[in-house]
């Protein structure tokens, strides 16, 4: 299977669901992160390029751990917004990363770059299987089923499916602490600590369906994108 999880932030993608993606990639499944922002807006002592390389480089380590190809689209942090050119890098991603299943942000989530992600993910994945509208790569032949990533801490979402990431736990915290630079930025910005966070929201969601770590998703109920199988690892 092929899976492309795109993510707003340089480091969404392992806190949400990067022991699933650890998970697919372990069984040889074909892995696409893409981020679609720089995250380059979470500094008071580094210039927005400065932080930018850094964050990419964060990013690309974290996805090598796993042996999974990484996508970089360079939207500005905070700034990400559904327009005909975000709609066409959207379509181009898709359209080459060719995946049979696509995991991306829920629309319910807190920032506004995640919902943003969320509705152009879902609009553009329809229009990229549609031949006469053109870019680089040929039209994607599938209306890719999709599944919402939990939310932070969970909050505002109801998961129709779990993945069991207990074996993987540690992947996925090794793939976060590759984001040094967010880390200290979200502990001193939001006193947060997001190492911390994983662990009890991998907990949590483990609690609910008996295991000791898992991660939960939504699938998305749209015509044509829902599939009888199961699709999550
Ligand atoms: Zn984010």
């Known amino acids: 299977m092929r899976i492309l999880a795109i993510g707003a932030h340089p480091d969404d993608l392992e806190i949400l669901c990067g022991g699933t993606l650890a998970k697919y990639a372990a069984k040889g499944d074909e892995v696409t992160m893409a981020i679609v922002t720089d995250g380059a807006a979470g500094s008071t002592e580094l210039a927005v390029e400065e932080l930018r390389k850094i964050r990419r480089q964060e990013a690309e380590k974290s996805a090598k751990l796993i042996g999974a190809d990484f996508t970089w689209l360079g939207e ?42 969320s509705q152009a993910i879902l609009n553009s994945s329809f229009v990229a ?12 032949e599938l209306v890719c089923p999709i599944y919402y990533m939990d939310t932070l801490a969970g909050v505002n979402f109801q998961p129709s499916d779990y993945v069991n990431i207990t074996e993987q736990f540690e992947m996925k915290q090794k793939m976060l602490a590759c984001h040094a630079s967010q880390i200290e930025w979200l502990q001193y910005h939001d006193n947060i600590d997001i190492l911390e966070l994983i662990e009890t929201t991998a907990k949590f969601r483990g609690y609910q369906v008996g295991v000791k770590y898992a991660e939960a998703f939504q699938s998305a109920q749209y015509w044509l994108r829902v599939k009888p199988e199961r699709l999550l690892p």
């Open 129 to 140: 299987t549609l031949p006469n509208i053109k870019s680089a790569h040929e039209a994607h």
């Open 76 to 117: 500005p942090d905070e700034l990400f917004f559904e327009n005909k050119e975000s709609r066409f890098k959207s379509i181009e991603l898709i359209r080459k990363a060719k995946p049979d299943i696509i995991i991306t942000h829920a629309p319910s989530d807190y920032h506004p770059d995640h919902q943003a992600v």
